[in-house]
């Protein structure tokens, strides 16, 4: 049996890297979250091996899993680990005085328009902060790529992760004056069909167009020549007369308000979603992310977002 003392652990470090190495389901994936090198990973897993006299993983060149031993000293290692943050969230909490790394992962468009402003503000009230910020519109995963928080629209269902709404979102569909004199509006979804509808690819798949009709989401997959990964190039696309897009409201609402796109199927346009900040579930939140996210709410209420408040 292990020996689970914890006046025999040294260095609580190798706590947090075995955690992370049964998280990721590999020493490689483990070295990259926390900037280490794949052979110190090794290294903490035989120092822990050696200290309790027992095999922890059972690790081949393609798997990894955790002997019952390991299992035990896994289910110990989460409970030191939070009671560690809990710690450091009560005394942190009580000084304010926050400091330290956060990786941060915010989709390329909304990041760079709205979210990097925010994140500078927060940066300049906690000198002490050091941030690392991930453009991208894949949805990563969390706890393998040990990211503290990220932004999402949509609600997404998982046990691991947590999630604090921040902002109201929906969706437009849309397109250039100029286009629409030459084709004529559309009045309904079958009317699509006569269209260059501009689509937007997400993860290898293209995203349907949504529809709320007669109390119903509807998924629509729109047809057109013209299929992107970017959703500001699909701006700049319908901008250019080839077409109609539906998008997220922070991408053209003040293009709507200028008059250089008009909305179309508004009597069907779906309902508001949410923005949201998701960050791996553990029993308190670290006191880090607490803060980045409640600056963000605050920085919102004071100063409403541009797609609720176009004039601004």
């Given at each position: 049996?292990v020996?689970?003392?914890?006046?025999?652990?040294?260095?609580?470090?190798?706590?947090?890297i075995?955690v992370?190495v049964?998280?990721?389901?590999s020493?490689?994936a483990a070295?990259?979250?926390l900037?280490l090198?794949?052979?110190a990973?090794?290294?903490?897993?035989?120092?822990?091996e050696?200290?309790?006299h027992?095999?922890l993983?059972?690790?081949?060149?393609?798997t990894l899993?955790l002997?019952?031993?390991?299992?035990?000293?896994?289910?110990y290692?989460?409970?030191?680990l939070?009671e560690?943050?809990?710690?450091e969230?009560l005394?942190?909490?009580?000084?304010?005085?926050?400091?330290g790394?956060l990786?941060?992962?915010?989709p390329v468009?909304?990041?760079?328009?709205?979210?990097?402003p925010?994140?500078?503000d927060?940066?300049?009230?906690?000198p002490?902060?050091?941030i690392?910020?991930?453009f991208?519109d894949?949805f990563?995963?969390?706890i393998?790529?040990g990211?503290?928080?990220a932004?999402?629209?949509?609600?997404?269902?998982?046990s691991n992760l947590?999630?604090?709404?921040?902002?109201s979102?929906?969706l437009?569909?849309?397109?250039?004056?100029?286009?629409?004199?030459?084709?004529?509006k559309?009045?309904?979804?079958e009317?699509?069909?006569q269209?260059?509808?501009?689509?937007?690819?997400?993860?290898?798949?293209q995203?349907?167009?949504?529809?709320?009709?007669?109390?119903?989401?509807?998924?629509?997959?729109a047809?057109g020549?013209?299929r992107?990964?970017d959703v500001?190039?699909?701006?700049?696309?319908a901008?250019?007369n080839?077409?109609i897009i539906?998008?997220?409201?922070?991408?053209?609402?003040?293009?709507?308000?200028?008059?250089?796109?008009?909305p179309?199927?508004?009597?069907?346009?779906?309902?508001q979603?949410?923005?949201y900040?998701?960050?791996?579930?553990?029993?308190?939140?670290s006191?880090k992310?607490?803060?980045?996210i409640?600056?963000i709410?605050?920085?919102w209420?004071?100063?409403p977002?541009?797609w609720?408040n176009?004039?601004?």
């Amino acid at each position: 049996m292990v020996n689970l003392a914890i006046t025999e652990m040294t260095n609580l470090s190798d706590l947090l890297i075995f955690v992370r190495v049964v998280e990721t389901g590999s020493f490689t994936a483990a070295a990259d979250s926390l900037n280490l090198s794949r052979s110190a990973i090794g290294k903490c897993i035989q120092r822990l091996e050696y200290r309790f006299h027992t095999r922890l993983i059972y690790r081949t060149t393609r798997t990894l899993s955790l002997s019952d031993e390991g299992h035990l000293f896994y289910e110990y290692a989460q409970r030191i680990l939070q009671e560690v943050e809990e710690t450091e969230t009560l005394i942190m909490t009580r000084t304010q005085k926050l400091k330290g790394r956060l990786r941060l992962a915010v989709p390329v468009a909304f990041g760079r328009i709205y979210m990097m402003p925010i994140i500078l503000d927060f940066l300049n009230v906690y000198p002490e902060i050091e941030i690392e910020v991930i453009f991208s519109d894949e949805f990563q995963d969390l706890i393998h790529d040990g990211i503290d928080v990220a932004i999402r629209f949509g609600q997404h269902v998982s046990s691991n992760l947590v999630q604090q709404k921040l902002a109201s979102h929906w969706l437009i569909t849309c397109a250039s004056p100029s286009y629409l004199k030459e084709k004529g509006k559309p009045y309904k979804i079958e009317d699509l069909q006569q269209h260059q509808n501009l689509i937007y690819l997400h993860q290898g798949h293209q995203t349907p167009w949504r529809f709320h009709i007669e109390g119903n989401n509807i998924d629509y997959v729109a047809q057109g020549r013209i299929r992107l990964y970017d959703v500001e190039s699909l701006r700049d696309a319908a901008l250019n007369n080839f077409g109609i897009i539906q998008v997220g409201a922070y991408l053209v609402t003040n293009d709507i308000y200028q008059g250089t796109l008009v909305p179309v199927l508004e009597d069907i346009a779906p309902i508001q979603h949410s923005i949201y900040a998701v960050y791996p579930s553990k029993r308190h939140i670290s006191p880090k992310v607490k803060a980045l996210i409640e600056f963000i709410r605050c920085y919102w209420q004071k100063q409403p977002p541009s797609w609720e408040n176009p004039e601004s």
